[in-house]
Nanobody, 122 residues
Framework: QVQLVESGGGLVQTGDSLRLACAAS????????MGWFRQAPGKEREFVAA????????YYADSVKGRFTISRVNAKNTVYLQMNSLKPEDTAVYYC???????????????WGQGTQVTVSS
């Protein structure tokens, strides 16, 4: 049974940084691409970033490119999202997910974490 547990969210001010972590269990972590998504109040869930199984390739939404960095440590079964220069529009619940398929389709992801709240005040 796959389990993904996010942590690291919180309340910060505009321009601050946060690092989210997602600890995975119940899967061969290094076989999976991992993704971060977010859902703001009243909006649909959207793609944020993804990373290939060994971290050779990373992908970002245009809205976070240059500010967010996704990384992973396979020995720890953990994927991270370093978020810098945070803006109020980054406020959302952030979710991690795993996929053996194409990283760019939300429907490709199979297991999801419970999410962690990130709130950026202006």
């Amino acid at each position: 049974q796959v389990q993904l547990v996010e942590s690291g969210g919180g309340l910060v001010q505009t321009g601050d940084s946060l690092r989210l972590a997602c600890a995975a269990s119940g899967l061969t972590f290094s076989s999976y691409s991992m993704g971060w998504f977010r859902q703001a109040p009243g909006k649909e869930r959207e793609f944020v970033a993804a990373i290939s199984p060994y971290g050779a390739s990373t992908y970002y939404a245009d809205s976070v490119k240059g500010r967010f960095t996704i990384s992973r440590v396979n020995a720890k079964n953990t994927v991270y999202l370093q978020m810098n220069s945070l803006k109020p529009e980054d406020t959302a619940v952030y979710y991690c997910a795993e996929t053996l398929r194409y990283y760019g389709l939300e429907s490709s992801y199979d297991s999801w974490g419970q999410g962690t709240q990130v709130t950026v005040s202006s």
